[in-house]
C-alpha cells in the first residue's frame, strides 16, 4: 500500500492518500464534504478536463480565487495532468494579474468571479493575454462588453469526461520529483513580481519535516485561513494535511466570529496563522460562548509575535503546541521551525532553528559566518531552496551564490543553541498582516499620479497588523492632491494590502550623498 509520506511528487501523494485513508474525509467546505478517495476522483476528472483541451506537460494553469474545495481540486488535478500550478493573489487587480499571467503564458485560468465584488474576468478585459485560452469561472460571469468569456466549472470538467483514467494515470505517473511544480510569484526590490519555481519532492520533503513538529496527525481537522495563494496556505496547509490524513477545513475570508463557530461546529484542531488572527481571537467579547476546546495546535510567524500572546493561547486557550516558524517563497516557504515544548520567550521571541537537512546562517558583508549574538543576513542553503526565478538569471544570481546559499535580505541573530531571531531586514519590504510589501512597487504606483513628484514608502507599527505602509509624498510645483485623492488613486491599482494607511506631504526628501532616499530618517520621523 502507498505511504504517503513516500511520495516522491504530489500527483503520487493524492493517490496514496486516497489508498491509505479512503473514507476519511479531506475536505470540508461548507455543505461539500469531501473523502479522500472522492477528492481524488475530483482531482483526476480535472485532469482528464485539461488533457481533452490538450494541455502538455509543464503547461501553466494559474487559480485566482479564494480558499475552497475547487481551488484544491484545481491545483491538484493541474499538477496531475502534469502542469505548473501559478496562485494569483485574490487582491491583484487586472493589470497586476496581467502581468503574472503573460510573464508565465498560463493556458488556462480558474476564478471565481465576484468574490468580494471583485469582477476578476472583467479586470482583465485590457489585458494582453495571448496564450490565455480558457477561463473557468467557478461562479456565472456577467456579460462583459468586450470582455472574456468564461466557461462554468461543471461544464468544463464534463468536457473530459471521454478522458479515459488510466490516460490520466499515465500522465500522472510520468511526473518526477524533479519536474516544476509551482510558481508563486514574489515581489522584489524592482518593483515587479518575480516567480519562484519549486519542484515536487523538495515541498513534500519540508511539509513532512514541517507536519511532523507541528504534530499533525491523521483525523486532524485543519482550519485553513491563511490563503492558498500564499505558501503558508497551500504548503503549510493543503499539503501537510494530505500527507498526514488530516482533513482540510478552508475558510476564505477571516471573520473573527465565522472561526469561532467554525473551531466550535467541525471540532477544529489546528489553526496555524499571522498573530492578527490570534490576537483577534483572544480578544473577542464573545469568545467564551464557543467550546474551543478541541484546538490543540498554533503556528505562527511572518510579523513579529509578542509573548504575551504566546502566553495567552497557552493558558486561556490551554493549546498545548504554540510553535513559530521563518521562511519565504523562495525555500518554499519554511526554513526554521520551533520544537514543541519550547518555551514561550523561546516561541516569541525567535522564530525556531533550521529544519532538517537544511543550514541556516548569519553572514556579514564579506559573507563570512558571524558569531552567536551578532546581526547580519540571514542566509539559507538546502533542498528546499527554490530552482531560480523564473526566466530572470539575474535575479537569480543576486539571490542565490555560487555556493548555494540563498540571500534572503532578512538581518537576523542566532544564538548559541542555534534559534534564529529576524531583527530587521536589507531591503525595505514590510509585511501588512502577513503579506509582503515592497515599497518599491507602491512607489512606482503612485508615480503615475499627475500631481506626484516622487514618493517614499516605509511601514509603520500598527497594533492590529503589525505594520501598514504609510507614504512620503513630494507634490509637484503648483500641483494640488489630497490624501483621500492619492489613497483612491492607490486603491485603484494596487491590491488593498499594498495601499499606503496614511500619507505625509513633504517639500523633499532626505538623501544620502549618492542621491538614495534615507528611510532611517523617515522612520525617525
Not at 461539500?32 to 483541451?53: H, I, P, Q, S
Amino acid at each position: 500500500m502507498a505511504d504517503p509520506l513516500a511520495a516522491q511528487t504530489i500527483p503520487a501523494l493524492v493517490q496514496a492518500g486516497a489508498h491509505t485513508w479512503p473514507d476519511a474525509e479531506a475536505v470540508v467546505d461548507g455543505e461539500v464534504r469531501l473523502t479522500y478517495v472522492e477528492l481524488a476522483a475530483r482531482v483526476d476528472a480535472f485532469a482528464a478536463a485539461l488533457l481533452a483541451r490538450g494541455h502538455q506537460p509543464g503547461d501553466r494553469v494559474a487559480v485566482w480565487a479564494p480558499n475552497g474545495w475547487r481551488w484544491i481540486v484545481a491545483a491538484l488535478g493541474t499538477l496531475t495532468a502534469g502542469g505548473v500550478l501559478v496562485p494569483l493573489n485574490t487582491r491583484y487587480k487586472g493589470s497586476e494579474a496581467g502581468y503574472i499571467l503573460r510573464r508565465t503564458g498560463a493556458k488556462l485560468l480558474v476564478t471565481q468571479d465576484g468574490f468580494l465584488g471583485n469582477h476578476y474576468v472583467a479586470m482583465l478585459a485590457g489585458e494582453d493575454l495571448p496564450a490565455l485560452s480558457t477561463v473557468v469561472s467557478t461562479e456565472p460571469v456577467p456579460a462583459t462588453p468586450g470582455g472574456r468569456g468564461a466557461l462554468g466549472w461543471d461544464e468544463f470538467v464534463a468536457g473530459g469526461a471521454a478522458v479515459p483514467v488510466e490516460v490520466v494515470r499515465r500522465r500522472a505517473e510520468s511526473v518526477t520529483g524533479d519536474d516544476l511544480a509551482d510558481i508563486f510569484f514574489t515581489s522584489g526590490t524592482t518593483g515587479l513580481p518575480k516567480g519562484a519555481m519549486a519542484t515536487h519532492a523538495p515541498a513534500l520533503r519540508i511539509y513532512t519535516s514541517w507536519s511532523e513538529l507541528a504534530g499533525l496527525r491523521a483525523g486532524d481537522r485543519y482550519l485553513i485561513v491563511n490563503p492558498f495563494f500564499h505558501t503558508f496556505g497551500y504548503k503549510a496547509g493543503v499539503l501537510a494535511c494530505l500527507l498526514r490524513g488530516a482533513t482540510i477545513v478552508p475558510m476564505p475570508v477571516f471573520d473573527v466570529e465565522a472561526t469561532l463557530a467554525t473551531i466550535a461546529r467541525e471540532r477544529i484542531t489546528v489553526v496555524p496563522g499571522a498573530p492578527t488572527l490570534y490576537i483577534s481571537i483572544l480578544d473577542h467579547p464573545k469568545r467564551s460562548e464557543y467550546d474551543l476546546s478541541s484546538w490543540r495546535v498554533a503556528v505562527t510567524g511572518a510579523a513579529t509575535v509578542p509573548v504575551v500572546m504566546i502566553e495567552r493561547l497557552q493558558s486561556e486557550l490551554a493549546l498545548r503546541t504554540v510553535l513559530t516558524a521563518y521562511g519565504m517563497t523562495e525555500c518554499n516557504g519554511t526554513a526554521t521551525m520551533c520544537l514543541p515544548g519550547d518555551d514561550a520567550q523561546t516561541v516569541a521571541n525567535t522564530c525556531g532553528r533550521a529544519i532538517p537537512d537544511t543550514e541556516v546562517r548569519v553572514a556579514g558583508p564579506d559573507g563570512s559566518t558571524l558569531p552567536s549574538g551578532e546581526p547580519g543576513e540571514v542566509l539559507v542553503r538546502g533542498f528546499g531552496v527554490m530552482r531560480g526565478y523564473l526566466d530572470d538569471e539575474e535575479s537569480t544570481r543576486q539571490a542565490i551564490d555560487a555556493d548555494g546559499w540563498l540571500h534572503t535580505g532578512d538581518i537576523g541573530v542566532m544564538d548559541e543553541r542555534g534559534y534564529l531571531k529576524i531583527t530587521d531586514r536589507l531591503k525595505d519590504m514590510f509585511i501588512v498582516g502577513g503579506f509582503n510589501v515592497y515599497p518599491a512597487e507602491v512607489e512606482q504606483a503612485l508615480a503615475r499620479h499627475p500631481a506626484v513628484a516622487e514618493s517614499a514608502v516605509i511601514g509603520v507599527p500598527d497594533e492590529r497588523l503589525g505594520e501598514v505602509g504609510r507614504a512620503f509624498v513630494v507634490l509637484k510645483p503648483g500641483a494640488r492632491c489630497s490624501d483621500d485623492d492619492l489613497l483612491s488613486y492607490a486603491r485603484e491599482r494596487l491590491a488593498n494590502f499594498k495601499v499606503p494607511r496614511s500619507v505625509v506631504f513633504v517639500d523633499s526628501l532626505p538623501r544620502n550623498a549618492g542621491g538614495k532616499v534615507t528611510k532611517n530618517v523617515l522612520r525617525e520621523r
